[in-house]
């Protein structure tokens, strides 16, 4: 639709001239096939006799030219076009023999006027092509490529008939990301602080890797730009390209942040509305819950998650240019002590002389026996307990019925080879026969339903082994949600905790404790101060009583473990413990009751995820919902059947509804200040920077921009791996390019579909174009003809063919402005043409005063459906007759066989990806060669 619209070349096309011109001989054409088709359905369409015309003749020999279109899939429209255009020149090519035809000479080129150079590139180029389409449509680029060593610069000048342009400001996108650090002693110094450093006694005399209390993740000589010891939430921004994986986004945030990219968490915020009507502190402080993102997805994807409510999305980023992500950094963290050394036993740098006999398992097992315990547990460091428990199960090994013990980890070895973990949590004492005495056994990630009873005789027959003799201890931690909540209302952010599968449940708790020590009021200054003061100290408290306690359950039953060579032995041959913990885990309940009522809060465990109404109140079902069980005889693994869900009931000092006192604060954000320069840098280039359109051209909004951008965009400096021929190597040479040569028709494509060897997407950004007027004179080279000859750069749009759907299919519609033209190729291309109006488009319909008569009379296809299948109805033929009689020009629109006309506003869209203009005064060498005036 759009290329019979084109002057010149419908002229060409229904005045015959193109039969004189043939070229059934070419080998590069179709044996001209294309050509006469073409003519004949353009004649077809400009005959004025036909509401709608199936081209089956034009499909049948398009489909023997080229393969492709054979099939009924469908095919792009700007391959389809530059096909067409190829087709058509090499078919009406009058160069019936193409001759040889050299390369300029460098040296000639380099000595040579570049406006002499330009010319004879461009006499060469027509020694082999001479066609309507080449003086037409085809114009000129010139390219430039500089060595940076040499300084020797390449210039050639390259044919094009069609402009392909990118979109410049979707190819990158910025991501503004958050990390919620894990607490510790340096970001929460108050409730975290290390009272007492009780530097654990040596025994590896020879062990001299680092101290087993160094911070060796301190880093004196750090980089100025990085976070600070002290900050709990920190800001970056990262831009990357929009169809690279959320993977590559992930590790450049951690090479930023320091975090390695496998301790952080990526998600996008989902914000609970919050009702206007209520209390403050709940409307300061909206429930704004965490999905994790899939890193293997594009990062285009993440354009389309709602960044709306999402915590910090308003303020400073008032125009939404960024998309808003969270990562939270996993809560644990082994001790570098212990790191060092696995990794010096994975590498063999210890040999069994420099352990005085000692095996390399014994060894790490006495060197983590030591740390368990220690005063920076909880608070720096977490260690992987599998070992210690390992061990606490051969020495808690029953030999006699006598010998239960509630806490006791096993492992169940089943007939069909089943390893399944499980604690003991309950002893059936049966008094009139003791020997018959049962346990019963509640197996790790199961419903207690699933529980099964043993007796002694399955321990002596080994279906039931101490744990980890044949399970493999889990690798991934264990993973849970943290809930805020006060008076049933939830509140402020969620966020991310992570346990080691064999913690006891009251481990468990303190790194509950710790880790809610970030939302904990830090300034003492204000008021409530005492009560702030107080339920710092009462948190670090708490966790001492746990880690102290928790402690001395190990040692106790560890007593007499002190060989350096316990931990292979076999289970028969280790030394048993007959220790009986019930008085200790009594000790944890009581302590713990009497700090609860200094916390600010109160930690419960639910089963499921809270099902929060648009209040923040959630839906609660019966039996949902427990206190925390701090006990030492129950770990995490036993407990927890898939994800575990904490709630902290805060509360206030005197214990009421209101939400006065309350000490929850999100921390403030570090602002990382490389990354948001570069964002502000590109946020102020972008509100600066003017558009280099017509003045009547429409603003461009937030989200779209305009085709000025595109061809800056499409003609700027980049840099390119080429190899110079003065140097002979290969360098980052700098190419530039510009416009050299205009064509009369001038034809863009804008690159809507992005791809990557992976993923692909389909760039819906509105482009703005203007409708007449667009000046091309600022992307031509200086030394060009349309500087140096004073020829014309202004260009009017004549067509768009507009693109509905994504990347796997969609549907075409074409734009067109309606220009005069008779049967035989008559049409007005007055040079002075403005582009305002349709001069000499017939204002009237057949039967009225306005009607033409004769070759002149107004052709083309008759709006609406033809009136043997549909007739037009009265409105779409009084919307015909205003639209015809208005002072606007007029556009019409084809979507399939429906044709209707519409007003200039609608021609610019955000669907719109091939543009077709033509220069405002044509070339009157052209006019002259291909129109047939009236």
């Known amino acids: 639709q759009c ?90 090519n009058k160069v019936k023999k193409k001759p040889m035809v050299p ?96 530097r654990p006694k040596q025994d590896l005399d020879t062990f001299s890797k680092s101290d087993l209390e160094s911070d060796i993740d301190m880093d004196l000589d750090a980089d100025p730009d990085a976070a600070p010891p002290s900050a709990i939430l920190e800001q970056y921004i990262v831009e990357v390209s929009r169809l690279s994986e959320i993977g590559v986004l992930k590790a450049s945030l951690a090479e930023m942040c320091g975090i390695s990219a496998g301790a952080l968490l990526l998600c ?78 994975i590498n063999g740098s210890f040999s069994t002389k420099s352990l005085n006999g000692m095996d390399l398992e014994d060894a790490r097992f006495l060197l983590e026996k030591q740390l368990y315990g220690h005063r920076k547990e909880c608070r720096r460091f977490d260690l992987r307990p599998e070992r210690i428990i390992n061990m606490m199960s051969k020495c808690l090994w029953p030999r006699t019925t006598a010998d239960f013990r509630r806490g006791l980890r096993i492992e169940y070895l ?59 201890p889990r690798a991934i931690p264990i993973e849970g949600t943290l809930y805020h909540r006060h008076s049933g209302h939830y509140f402020g952010n969620t966020s991310f905790l992570h346990f080691h599968n064999e913690w006891s449940m009251a481990r468990a708790g ?58 292979k032995k076999p289970n028969d041959q280790i030394k048993k413990s007959t220790y009986d913990a019930s008085s200790l885990n009594d000790l944890l309940e009581k302590k713990m009751t009497e700090i609860f009522t200094f916390l600010p809060f109160v930690i419960k465990m639910r089963r499921a995820a809270p099902n929060i109404r648009r209040n923040g109140v959630a839906v609660e079902k019966e039996n949902e919902e427990e206190p925390f069980p701090f006990t030492i005889f129950r770990c995490v693994g036993s407990l927890v059947m898939g994800r575990m869900h904490f709630v902290l009931e805060w509360r206030t000092p005197d214990g009421g509804k209101s939400n006065e006192g309350l000490l929850y604060s999100m921390p403030t954000a570090w602002i990382h200040k490389p990354s948001w320069k570069l964002y502000k840098d590109k946020i102020d280039s972008q509100s600066k920077g003017e558009s280099l359109l017509h003045p009547l051209v429409p603003t461009s909004n937030d989200k779209s921009v305009d085709i000025g951008n595109c061809l800056t965009e499409y003609c700027k400096e980049q840099t390119l791996d080429w190899r110079c021929p003065k140097c002979k190597d290969f360098r980052d040479a700098k190419q530039s390019m510009s416009m050299w040569r205009l064509p009369d028709l001038l034809n863009f494509h804008i690159k809507r579909f992005n791809c990557t060897a992976r993923w692909r997407e389909k760039i819906s950004t509105r482009v703005d174009f203007p409708l007449t007027g667009l000046d091309m004179s600022n992307w031509c080279s200086a030394e060009s003809p349309a500087h140096q000859r004073g020829e014309s750069t202004i260009y009017d749009l004549i067509g768009v063919v507009n693109h509905i759907g994504g990347m796997t299919g969609g549907h075409y519609i ?27 488009f017939p204002h009237g319909t057949p ?9 002149s009379a107004p052709t083309g296809w008759r709006l609406s459906r033809g009136k043997e299948k549909d007739p037009p109805s009265v409105l779409t033929e009084e919307r015909a007759k205003a639209i015809g009689r208005s002072a606007e020009p007029l556009w019409l629109q084809f979507d399939d066989d429906v044709v209707e006309p519409i007003p200039p506003r609608h021609v610019v869209s955000e669907m719109a990806y091939v543009l077709f203009y033509r220069r405002r005064n044509l070339t009157p060498s052209n006019v002259a060669s291909y129109c047939t005036l009236e």
């Open 3 to 92: 290329m019979v619209y084109l002057p010149m070349l419908r002229s060409y096309i229904l005045s015959g001239q193109y039969l004189s011109n043939l070229n059934s001989e070419n080998p590069l054409g179709t044996g001209g096939k294309i050509l006469l088709e073409f003519a004949e359905l353009t004649k077809q369409m400009w005959a004025g006799k036909y509401a709608n015309k199936a081209p089956q003749r034009f499909r049948g020999a398009l489909s023997k030219a080229r393969n492709k279109y054979a099939t009924t899939e469908q095919q792009d429209a700007q391959e389809f076009l530059a096909d067409m255009l190829d087709a058509l020149h090499e078919d009406s």
């Open 103 to 198: 390369p300029l000479d460098d040296d000639w080129v380099e000595k040579t006027a570049l406006h002499r150079v330009g010319l004879e590139a461009w006499r060469r180029y027509l020694r082999r092509d001479r066609s309507v389409i080449a003086s037409t449509i085809m114009g000129q680029t010139l390219n430039r490529v500089t060595c940076p060593v040499c300084h020797h610069t390449s210039t050639s000048f390259d044919p094009f008939s069609m402009l392909s342009v990118p979109v410049p400001a979707f190819e990158k996108m910025m991501v503004r990301c958050k990390i919620l650090r894990r607490a510790t002693s340096l970001n929460c110094p108050r409730a975290l602080c290390i009272q007492s450093l009780v």
């Open 268 to 345: 996008e915020a989902e914000t609970t509305p919050t009702p206007s009507e209520g209390a403050a502190f709940i409307r300061q402080n909206p429930f704004v819950t965490y999905i994790p993102v899939n890193e293997a997805r594009p990062c285009a994807e993440l354009s389309q998650l709602g960044n709306e409510g999402a915590e910090g999305s308003q303020g400073d980023d008032p125009d939404g240019m960024v998309i808003e992500l969270m990562a939270f950094e996993l809560t644990l963290k082994e001790w570098p002590s212990v790191q060092v050394f696995a990794q010096d036993l």
């Open 414 to 472: 089943g007939d069909r080879n089943q390893k399944l973990p499980g604690t003991v949590i309950d002893v059936l004492v049966n008094e009139d026969n003791p020997d018959k005495t049962k346990v019963l056994v509640h197996f790790d990630h199961l419903a207690s339903k699933w529980a099964e009873k043993f007796t002694l005789d399955d321990f002596l027959q080994k279906k039931i082994a101490p744990l980890y003799t044949k399970v493999t």
């Open 510 to 567: 303190a790194h509950i404790m710790a880790q809610a020590a970030r939302f904990l009021h830090e300034d003492q200054s204000t008021s409530g101060g005492h009560w702030i003061a107080t339920c710092q100290r009462a948190l670090g408290k708490a966790i001492d009583i746990i880690l102290d306690i928790d402690k001395a359950y190990v040692d106790r039953v560890l007593r007499d473990c002190d060989d350096k060579f316990v931990y």
């Open 814 to 840: 074409a734009r067109c402005k309606a220009t005069s033209c008779g049967p035989t190729g008559s049409e007005e291309i007055a040079h002075t043409f403005a582009g305002t109006g349709a001069s000499g």
């Open 847 to 855: 039967g009225e005063p306005g009607e033409l008569e004769g070759e």
